[in-house]
């Protein structure tokens, strides 16, 4: 593993964190995570090398290290995948706009991913990986989560501070 670069964390893998905390459970394939992600083999095999180089991934790759996730969410994640909002969309829900901050947060602006089968229109929130909007149809836990990450990459102090009481509930 001399590339250096090759071992940088990418957005993709916070995805892949995120559905193995959805998973909650250590029995999956690579094959199944590339499905249910829309991602080649090859990227979640990548994912899973850079995580486990990072310490993300604990027990030859099988397990989220839980504590180290949640810190990096809550001092890097903003940091290092930043995100404003962009112009008016039509897509999915995400942040504040999406379960479970809906129910805490009344706004009347409302972000979401781009996605042209998507059903509400606001900002333009650029998710984490281009199929997360596809994924999520599927995963309703990963949907929570990921829109969770986004309130803690875009969100205002009371969104991100609510944000990360409820992930460090699901993830720690």
């Known amino acids: ?32 995570l590339a499905q249910t992600l829309y991602m080649s083999q090859s990227e979640i095999s990548s994912s899973i090398a850079r995580s486990s180089y990072a310490g993300l991934l604990i027990n030859k790759g099988t397990e989220v290290n839980r504590r180290v996730f949640f810190d990096f969410i809550q001092y890097g994640l903003h940091v290092v995948f930043p995100q404003n909002p962009g112009p008016v969309v039509r897509g999915t829900l995400t942040a504040h706009s999406a379960p479970p901050l809906t129910n805490e947060i009344l706004s009347e602006e409302y972000y ?12 333009s929130i650029l998710p984490l990986y281009p199929t997360v909007p596809q994924a999520v149809e599927l ?20 969104e991100k501070n609510l944000a990360l009481r409820m992930l460090e509930q699901r993830i720690c």
Do not use: F
């Not at 590339?3 to 959805?22: E, R």
């Not at 979401?112 to 900002?123: E, H, L, N, S, T």
């Not at 995963?139 to 009371?158: F, H, K, N, T």
């Open 112 to 123: 979401v991913w781009p996605y042209a089968k998507g059903r509400a229109r606001g900002q």
């Open 1 to 32: 593993m001399g590339n250096k670069s090759a071992q940088q964390m990418k957005p993709q893998d916070i995805v892949l964190l995120s559905k193995l905390i959805a998973l909650e459970s250590p029995d999956y394939t690579q094959m199944e």
């Open 139 to 158: 995963d309703p836990v990963l949907y929570e989560i990921l829109a969770l990450l986004d309130a803690v990459r875009v969100g205002w102090a009371r």
